[in-house]
Each structure stands twice: as C-alpha cells, then as structure tokens.
C-alpha cells in the first residue's frame, strides 16, 4: 500500500484548505496498523487549529466499518494530527495518546494510483 496514492475528502472542519485544494488531503499509508487504524502521511504540511504535520491517524468513524475493503472503495474516518516524533514501532495505544483531533472525512484510493 505505500505506492498507492490516497486522497481524504475532508468534511470538517468545512472551511479546511490544504495544497491540494479545498477539502482536499493527498497522501500515502505509511502503515495499517489494523483494520482500525491507518498511519497516513499527507504530500504537504497540515495546518489546523488544534495542531500541525504531516501524520494522521485515522480511524473509522462508525464502529461497524473497518479499513479491510479499503482498496475497492471509501471508509468516513476519524482523524487525528499526530504530535511528536513518529516511530512505525509505535503501537495504536501509544499513537491514540499522542494525537489532537482534527478532521472528519472520507479516504479512497486514488484512481491513477498504482
């Protein structure tokens, strides 16, 4: 999955404007951590109210959906700026303390995406 190129719809906060565009956050999956919990980073530096970077840990947002069909469709995320400096040992307990909450939104793979 790290060749692949993702994008997230971004829903809130609704006035969110990145370098790819408004609403718009392009990236790649660094790591699956589950089928809950997806280490993403984004192509550009993400500012928001509560944080800045380039991690985000993203988590489904309903609890009856999960990231294993990820790659034929689009799975509403919760999603959060990691703080600190990441480390791909770090587990989903050690990465959930170390996040700020920041977008609500949708991820799918990219169509031209490898």
């Known amino acids: 999955m790290e060749q692949e190129e993702y994008c997230i719809s971004v829903g809130e906060p609704w006035d969110f ?3 790819d565009g408004q ?7 660094l790591c699956m951590k589950s089928d ?5 980073k ?3 530096y993400l500012k928001f109210a509560v944080a800045a970077g380039y991690i985000l840990i993203l988590t489904p947002r309903y609890k009856e959906n999960d990231f294993s069909d990820l790659t034929q469709g689009f799975v ?4 959060g700026i ?3 400096e990441y ?3 770090l587990n989903e307990k050690e990465l959930e ?12 793979k990219m169509e031209n995406s490898i």
């Not at 609403?23 to 999956?29: K, L």
């Not at 809950?36 to 993403?40: E, L, T």
């Not at 303390?97 to 799918?108: D, E, L, T, V």
């Open 17 to 19: 404007e990145s370098q």
């Open 23 to 29: 609403n718009i956050i392009r990236g790649h999956i």
């Open 36 to 40: 809950r919990c997806i280490v993403f």
């Open 42 to 44: 984004s192509n550009h």
């Open 76 to 79: 509403v995320v919760n999603g």
């Open 82 to 84: 990691f703080i600190g």
């Open 87 to 89: 480390d791909e040992k």
């Open 97 to 108: 303390r170390n996040i700020k909450f920041a977008i609500i939104g949708s991820i799918k």
